[in-house]
């Protein structure tokens, strides 16, 4: 049984919490029934998604729920990449009103478990949105990872809300690069990644996306943190907040 972003069965069209709820139950009488949520690291932010997983919980009884089991290794990516998703869920799951029991099954503990090191992650901090300063340092990433024989298999930029698209059309980057939103990247994997994210108020959000792009990423990593037009990143206190966070374990670099 497969929950989709919207939080709702996919094979059983369209259905309210107390209808899922008891569709489990009744599946579950005969059979193992395994809820997947592939989205939650954005898709829990969503109201919908994160009342249904929450009825869920509530409703199945302890004898008859089996938990996720935690991860006790994550050999999925660098620990240095990982030591990052933990600042970042620790952020994230501060703002959630919810049992900790239900974030620890979307949002697994990164439980450090290997030593393998990688380059270190670089974060780029523009405190104002300036088109052709970000345009520059996009492009000056884009062309390191071009000389050094990537392809779309190995190397992907990943953007919320990206205005550089018209002026990639005519270089060579754009058949080198897999160039894909955030909302295009759950199950997705990369040795090498360029984030490109605006930001904006919501702190939920911008955490979730920014917990998204770096979790797709295997080895080496470049984020590109900056704010809507007319407004400032420092006008963003949670997003300053982590930045300070993240200034131990990646080369933070302010423009």
């Not at 709820?21 to 009488?29: F, G």
């Not at 380059?119 to 884009?142: A, C, G, M, Q, S």
Request: hydrophobic fraction near 40%; proline fraction near 3%.
């Amino acid at each position: 049984i497969w929950v989709n972003r919207a939080g709702l069965l996919e094979n059983e069209g369209v259905l309210d919490n107390e209808t899922t709820t008891r569709q489990m139950k009744r599946l579950s009488v005969e059979n193992t029934v395994l809820v997947a949520n592939d989205v939650g690291q954005h898709g829990f932010i969503i109201s919908e998604s994160r009342s249904v997983l929450t009825s869920l919980h509530a409703e199945l009884s302890t004898d008859t729920r089996v938990l996720c089991k935690k991860l006790t290794k994550n050999l999925r990516n660098t620990c240095d990449l990982s030591e990052i998703l933990t600042v970042i869920r620790d952020q994230f799951t501060e703002s959630l009103d919810v049992d900790s029991e239900i974030v620890d099954m979307i949002l697994p503990i990164q439980y450090p478990g290997h030593y393998i090191r990688g380059p270190l992650t670089e974060l780029h901090v523009f405190n104002i949105y300036d088109y052709d300063i970000i345009r520059d340092v996009l492009y000056t990433k884009l062309s390191r990872c071009a000389n050094n024989m990537f392809d779309k298999s190995t190397m992907a930029l990943i953007h919320y809300d990206f205005p550089f698209e018209p002026d990639l059309i005519d270089t060579d980057y754009v058949d080198k690069v897999d160039i894909c939103p955030i909302s295009d990247t759950y199950s997705r994997e990369w040795p090498a990644v360029i984030v490109l994210l605006r930001c904006n108020q919501l702190e939920n959000y911008n955490l979730a996306r920014f917990y998204l792009a770096v979790s797709r990423v295997r080895v080496w990593c470049s984020v590109l943190l900056y704010p809507k037009e007319g407004e400032t990143l420092s006008d963003y206190s949670h997003v300053m907040r982590l930045v300070d966070n993240l200034r131990t374990l990646a080369r933070v670099v302010e423009h």
